[in-house]
């Protein structure tokens, strides 16, 4: 707590979901970012945490560099889409980005990325559920648009039919399904890549996705991310390297008050599908580095496939 600062009473503490998941409307402190926020909807993922090793007794150790996940088996986990509190983005707005979705624009000429500020995506473990009688107890500008006070239900907020219809017009770009985890000296990645849409730019098909990047320090070291280093694969038989400083124009710090940071960005392939893998160098307090292995994710479009629903637009 800040020197004079008096905190305020938001709520009371409900006790943790060991089983089952939490429900629209259910409201929450972050667990790493410390923001509140309210639980949208949920969604299933299939996480690759390279940390779990499979029990094979023949099993080679993987080269340096190289990016075969087939030897990872992905476990369901559930993550929600969530609303953040306005009033908390100043707040965590050096450890997180708070404009974490963005789509592309309509079918159009224009090619534009629209992002829609205070969405974010958080696992089943990040969440601290708390209850209040507060009727608008989370400022954000969707929250009375897709929910409705309901005072007889548990928790006492309802998806309005603005919500599910929302969700269901945009799930293909808000839809995550493959989370990816691996951690280095303490250091854990986490990559959560989603699938965009394609565009068409002179006379060839472009294709995006953005991806959703947490680095979290599990140690009591403090260290700083100093360099990126993206490895990226097309179908076409392309591998481009992309280095450069920090990430998103920051260096951040991952220390044990403020242990995680989390970004956004976007990658755009000319093919269908392709693969990213790549490291983050880190700089220990004494000015010696390591590299921190970034999990290879896969970059598919096969949401192409499917057909939109009757009047889809953005």
Not at 200 to 216: A, F, G, K
Not at 261 to 282: C, D, E, K, N
Request: some cysteine; glycine content about 6%; aromatic content about 12%.
């Amino acid at each position: 707590c800040h020197k004079g600062k008096v905190l305020e009473t938001v709520g009371v503490f409900e006790a943790l979901k060991q089983h089952g998941k939490y429900e629209t409307g259910q409201l929450f402190l972050h667990s790493v970012f410390g923001y509140r926020g309210i639980v949208l909807f949920p969604w299933h993922a299939r996480i690759y945490d390279r940390d779990v090793i499979p029990p094979m007794s023949d099993s080679k150790p993987e080269p340096p560099g190289s990016h075969g996940s087939k030897e990872v088996k992905g476990k369901t986990h559930t993550y929600y889409q969530v609303l953040i509190d306005t009033r908390d983005c100043p707040h965590i707005s050096q450890r997180s980005q708070t404009e974490a979705v963005t789509f592309l624009a309509n079918h159009d000429d224009s090619r534009a990325l629209y992002a829609i500020p205070g969405l974010d995506y958080v696992s089943h473990e990040d969440i601290l559920p708390y209850n209040s009688t507060v009727q608008v107890p989370i400022q954000h500008e969707l929250f009375e648009r897709f929910l409705m006070f309901n005072p007889d239900k548990t928790p006492p907020f309802s998806a309005r039919d603005t919500l599910k219809a929302w969700q269901e017009k945009n799930h293909p770009w808000l839809e995550l399904s493959d989370v990816h985890r691996e951690t280095t000296e303490n250091i854990r990645v986490t990559v959560i890549p989603f699938y965009m849409g394609m565009r068409d730019t002179q006379n060839s098909h472009v294709y995006w996705w953005r991806y959703c990047i947490r680095l979290e320090n599990m140690g009591s070291e403090v260290v700083q991310l100093r360099e990126r280093h993206w490895r990226i694969f097309s179908l076409s038989g392309t591998l481009e390297t992309v280095r450069g400083r920090g990430v998103v124009g920051r260096e951040p710090v991952l220390s044990k008050e403020q242990p995680a940071f989390q970004y956004s960005s976007h990658v755009s392939l000319q093919a269908p599908s392709g693969h990213m893998w790549g490291t983050f160098r880190i700089e220990r307090t004494d000015g010696s580095h390591f590299d921190v292995r970034i999990p290879p994710f896969s970059l598919e479009s096969n949401k192409d496939d499917k057909a939109p629903p009757a009047g889809y637009t953005f």
